[in-house]
């Protein structure tokens, strides 16, 4: 199943964007680099599906594009949105809200209150903090940014070291961490729409468009995403 979504994904990124340079993350040795997709193992971290996630934020420091994106594996692009994605970014770093846990006052009932009320009193985070999706991400490739996907990646160690039970701190919580103090562009829910169920999602003049619940409007849909 995981090599049809992968196939799935790698095709629809050939189909839509102008010869992309794909990295793929894999931890069981599964899939071989050819053309444009380079195959990054981490074998040794198959047993820590945690810092499996935290490794997104160093990988994606290590590009020579314009533009860099994240997509998790479970999502495929199915619009010819690109240029509008790297001119409503610009220069920075582009993320949206997610569509469940919109802030952290949400996060901290959905998951281990004890832990994440911990997280947000030792970091400063209020309860009207946007918590951000961490399963797609776009970014100009400067050194701002750069830092700021280190930060990231950073902060995953000193977490980890630092809280002896981290299961509900995902990847996401630490990519919200850090943009709450930088320079950021929220993007409407069409850019990673992940559940008809909690965003809205129709058709319009045979154009599939969609948002987050809280977006004003609905846009053509760049990435469906499985979860």
Same mark, same amino acid.
């Given at each position: 199943m995981?090599?049809?979504?992968?196939?799935?994904?790698?095709?629809s990124l050939n189909k839509y964007l102008n010869s992309p340079k794909i990295k793929v993350?894999?931890?069981g040795k599964k899939l071989i680099s050819k053309d444009? =997709? @380079?195959v990054i193992y981490i074998d040794e971290l198959i047993t820590d599906k945690k810092k499996f996630w935290q490794y997104k934020y160093q990988i994606t420091q290590n590009i020579d594009t314009e533009y860099g994106c994240y997509l998790d594996a479970d999502t495929v692009i199915c619009s010819d949105r690109i240029d509008d994605v790297c001119n409503k970014i610009g220069d920075g770093f582009g993320v949206i809200k997610h569509f469940h846990v919109q802030n952290f006052s949400r996060f901290k009932t959905v998951f281990n209150q004890k832990v994440a009320t911990k997280f947000c009193?030792?970091?400063?985070l209020n309860d009207d903090d946007v918590f951000f999706t961490g399963g797609v991400f776009f970014f100009k490739n400067n050194k701002e940014n750069i830092i700021t996907l280190n930060e990231i990646y950073e902060l995953h160690n000193i977490v980890f070291s630092s809280? @002896? #039970?981290s299961e509900c701190l995902y990847d996401e919580?630490? =990519?919200s961490t850090i943009l709450k103090n930088k320079s950021h562009i929220n993007l409407n829910g069409s850019y990673n729409h992940c559940s008809a169920n909690y965003m809205p999602l129709k058709v319009e003049n045979g154009?599939?468009?969609g948002k987050n619940?809280? #977006? @004003?409007?609905? @846009?053509?849909i760049f990435v469906l995403h499985g979860s």
């Open positions: 995981l090599l049809v979504v992968l196939i799935n994904i790698i095709s993350l894999d931890i444009n =997709m @380079e009193n030792d970091y400063g809280f @002896e #039970d919580t630490f =990519m154009i599939l468009v619940p809280f #977006d @004003e409007s609905y @846009e053509q």
